[in-house]
């Protein structure tokens, strides 16, 4: 436990403590009035009336269109469920600079849509809003679909022996077990589209600023530090509160239900109202998933002169322009070779925390188990920028250091870790350790024989979503990041800054590798996968 | 082999085992027996090591465990649900303790085979645990507890979960290995007819304190008190005053066996020793039910409590009959104080 608390309290308390102290300190004195002035500030006030009415606006479309999808998954029995069940999860596994990018080149100028039609929904909310499904589809879909497959049927069944009719027993029995899973998936979108950044910026171009983005813009553009820490303070509190009620409705969720195989409840569709929905979830994939992720790698393929590798190329070859002191490709190496080191020092400090967890209970536990999540909530540009005025000093000056970035992508790591694992080592039974005891093993031993094993399939889960997510990390690394070693967002990003064909195409075609990285692994994951002991993800 | 010397344990303020001494000699099958809550369980996970002790002490083999870790004191415990590994086969199961103890494959694979033979599932060695039947569980949790020769045995409700039939032949069966191994055994239980079929010496548990310990056919004769008694099942207990080998009841006169002890008791009328007769007061027949070779007749008297009469079947009264009593004094016991 000690471990964990002393990383979190160096790598982001730290750090965002000191954000905020430059910001609200001025001369020595704490500058509170700057909170009344800086939120009566109207530019101030639309950005956060934007960033809640569009965070609300996307879960609720996230919720309509991927409950269907989640019913589909849990209740249907169908060829390649596996292989669709890890398309959808894609888009939740890349880095949101890519799908920022796959939405320009499906909505964008120049982009599939304006192409056709003349259709642009790039700087609308749309395309925001959009992208934001796409890219949450998937926690619906698994959160609650996976809880929705275990429900026993009969539940229903003994409701419409007992004379409720199919809709309403699906309301008074199926619906109540499923609404706190429901309600914490909602929140885990609602927080994920709260804080989005590269999304945002993308997409939003200069019309539309969230939270988020605008603490980017005061600290980096502006360099208005106040204002920064105000926003953050704000965001703190706000991701705070939304942690707070996810933590209990998780808490709920743990009610006794009666479990069933997952296999057991699924059947193939019957009748017409169920072909037409399975098709209906099968149409709502390809267009909202499958298809940007179409269009990025075609994009990725189209040059001036019809298909070729031109833009795969030019990643061989150093940028003229010297904005990269190395050639693109490199980026490829340095992202994986940053995800590894972060996801390793994710899963040590996650596993270790999820031991602490599962050892011990108490609200002071509780507490901290709800702060590992901070992280996917806090701005991740804050957690950057503070790296940097905080660990550049002795003795833990690391501004020079590789190190540094994957210590920030192993911040938004850890949750997931600790997710995953904290389920499966909560189910390991006590008893079976005590078993091992009595028949002769000392406790490493019991743990080496008992724990390991139960739980080995979890930890490489949890450290495939901790390699997905440190590589697609971009708000904190885009900060700390050296010029001559950027990661892959980091370049994707600077590619889409500028203008000409070359930079964009060269963009998509980065973009695509990534994709393929990402897809590869998660295709691993998902043989390994399942459900029963998955955790949240 | 297995002393217990004033062991307590407690759970905030509640004493789980209070003061609880008890002897186990080598050979010896010794059965706890008690409702849910009496401090079974918790006594076998102390002698286990799994439950640290608030005071007194456990000793094995003349040698006091305080600071033995759990897996060096050689005792083997088979679970209530058996907590058989999931992730290994049952021939992995078994030899769990022989790979703890560092022996040869060889030699495990010889000791699993012996043991498979011996409880009756031969060949099962490469068989997945998920899909044995709760009866196939029970042995391979029985044959992995005893593959490493622990010097004492200790079962938790062995046949909790299994089903009646099933668990009245296993119970004969376990006897006889037992008894052909000679191991020492110490198992805990809330069903008497498990305890009874089992054990060479019952302990009988209540509110984390020895209730009466003896031979199986010693507590059943004999009951010690009214806990004891209920707890087998019978339920004609009566306040009675004890003078000169009489007891007197609301039931009328009862005889006692020679040398009860005398004054206000609580008494014992076991529905054996239940006669009806032709005369003295009215008795009603409540309900009659058959129990295979005799009824168990509930007999209502003009007042006190209801008298239970095991008679044979030819002998039991319809429903609604009216009868005279008459009592057994061999079937009377007169019971101790039965303040734990």
Redesign the interface.
């Given at each position: 436990m000690a471990v964990p608390v002393a990383f979190f309290a160096l790598f982001f308390a730290w750090p965002v403590a000191s954000i905020v102290e430059r910001g609200l300190r001025v001369d020595g004195v704490w500058q509170f009035g700057r909170f009344g002035e800086t939120l009566s500030r109207p530019e101030i006030l639309d950005v956060l009336w934007f960033t809640l009415w569009q965070a609300l606006a996307s879960t609720g479309l996230t919720l309509l269109i991927a409950l269907p999808g989640a019913y589909v998954f849990a209740r249907f029995d169908f060829r390649g469920k596996g292989l669709l069940r890890a398309v959808v999860t894609v888009p939740f596994v890349m880095p949101t600079v890519m799908v920022g990018t796959a939405f320009l080149a499906l909505v964008g100028r120049g982009g599939l849509l304006d192409e056709l039609w003349g259709v642009r929904l790039d700087t609308t909310v749309w395309a925001i809003l959009i992208a934001h499904v796409f890219f949450n589809y998937a926690v619906v879909v698994r959160t609650v679909g996976g809880l929705w497959a275990q429900l026993d049927p009969r539940q229903e069944e003994a409701a419409r022996v007992l004379g409720a009719s199919r809709w309403k027993a699906w309301r008074t029995v199926t619906l109540p077990a499923l609404a706190p899973s429901v309600a914490a998936a909602a929140l885990m979108v609602f927080l994920f589209t709260a804080s989005s950044f590269a999304v945002v910026q993308i997409l939003g171009g200069s019309t539309y600023s969230t939270l988020e983005t605008e603490i980017y813009r005061q600290t980096v553009v502006r360099f208005d530090l106040t204002t920064a820490a105000v926003l953050t303070m704000v965001q703190f509190v706000a991701v705070g509160v939304v942690l707070a009620v996810h933590a209990r409705t998780v808490r709920r969720r743990e009610t006794a239900l009666r479990m069933v195989a997952p296999e057991e409840a699924a059947r193939r569709p019957r009748g017409i109202g169920q072909w037409a929905l399975f098709a209906g979830v099968l149409l709502s994939v390809a267009l909202l998933i499958v298809l940007p992720l179409g269009v990025l790698v075609e994009r990725s393929f189209a040059t001036s002169h019809g298909y070729g590798l031109d833009y795969y190329r030019a990643l061989q070859t150093p940028d003229p322009s010297g904005t990269f002191l190395v050639p693109l490709l490199d980026t490829i190496g340095n992202s994986l070779r940053y995800a590894v080191v972060a996801t390793l020092i994710a899963l040590v400090i996650g596993g270790l925390a999820a031991a602490a967890l599962t050892r011990r209970a108490g609200r002071l536990v509780r507490g901290f188990d709800a702060l590992l999540m901070l992280p996917l909530g806090v701005s991740a540009v804050t957690v950057g920028f503070g790296f940097l005025i905080t660990l550049d000093e002795p003795p833990f000056d690391l501004r020079a250091s590789w190190i540094l970035v994957p210590l920030a992508q192993a911040l938004v790591g850890v949750p997931f870790v600790v997710r995953t694992m904290l389920p499966v080592l909560r189910a390991v039974?006590e008893?079976?350790r005590?078993?091992?005891?009595?028949?002769?093993?000392?406790?490493w031993?019991?743990w080496r024989?008992?724990d390991l094993?139960?739980v080995r399939r979890a930890l490489l889960i949890a450290a495939g979503f901790a390699f997905a997510v440190s590589l697609g990390e971009f708000g904190a690394t885009v900060f700390i990041a050296r010029p001559d070693s950027p990661t892959l967002p980091v370049a994707v990003a600077r590619l889409l800054g500028r203008p000409g064909e070359l930079n964009y195409g060269q963009a998509m075609a980065l973009s695509t590798i990534l994709m393929v990285v990402c897809a590869v692994s998660l295709l691993l994951l998902e043989r390994l996968r399942t459900d029963r002991t998955s955790g949240e993800f | 082999m297995l002393s217990i010397e004033d062991a307590t344990v407690r759970f905030g303020e509640r004493a789980v085992l209070d003061a609880v001494r008890l002897d186990v000699a080598e050979h010896e099958i010794v059965c706890v027996l008690g409702p849910s809550g009496s401090g079974k369980s918790t006594m076998l996970r102390a002698v286990?090591?799994?439950q640290a002790l608030d005071g007194g002490r456990v000793l094995l083999g003349g040698a006091d465990q305080a600071g033995v870790?759990?897996?060096?004191?050689?005792?083997?415990?088979m679970?209530q649900?058996h907590?058989l590994?999931?992730?290994r086969d049952v021939g992995g199961n078994v030899a769990?303790?022989l790979r703890?103890?560092g022996a040869g494959k060889a030699e495990q694979a010889e000791r699993v085979r012996e043991l498979l033979d011996l409880v009756g599932l031969p060949g099962a060695e490469r068989r997945s645990v998920a899909a044995l039947s709760g009866g196939e569980q029970q042995r391979v949790a029985l044959a992995?507890?005893l593959a490493?020769r622990p010097r004492l045995l200790m079962l938790d409700e062995p046949l909790g979960q299994l089903d009646r039939g099933l668990r009245e032949r296993l119970v004969v069966e376990l006897r006889q290995l037992f008894g052909r191994l000679g191991t020492t055994v110490l198992a805990v239980t809330h069903d008497q007819g498990e305890a009874f079929a089992l054990a060479d010496r019952l302990v009988v548990m209540r509110d984390g304190r020895i209730a009466q310990s003896g031979t199986p056919v010693d507590v059943w004769r004999r009951p010690a008190s009214e806990f004891v008694a209920r707890f087998l099942g019978f339920d004609n207990v009566v306040a009675a005053r004890v003078t000169g080998g009489v007891a007197q009841t609301v039931w009328g006169k009862v005889p006692v066996p020679d040398g009860s002890p005398e004054g206000e008791r609580r008494l014992l009328v076991r529905p054996g020793g239940v006669r009806l007769v032709a005369e003295g007061p009215v008795w009603t027949v409540e309900s009659r039910t058959f129990r295979g070779s005799h009824a168990v007749v509930r007999l209502r008297p003009a007042e006190g409590p209801a008298l239970e009469a095991e008679l044979p079947l030819r002998e039991a009264p319809e429903e609604g009959a009216r009868v005279g009593v008459e009592f057994r004094a061999e079937d009377v016991v007169v019971l101790g104080d039965d303040t734990p």
């Open positions: 039974d008893r079976l005590e078993a091992a005891a009595v028949l002769g093993a000392s406790p031993r019991a024989e008992v094993p139960l | 286990a090591g799994l870790p759990v897996h060096r004191r050689g005792v083997g415990l679970f649900d907590q590994f999931p992730q769990f303790g703890m103890r992995r507890a490493p």
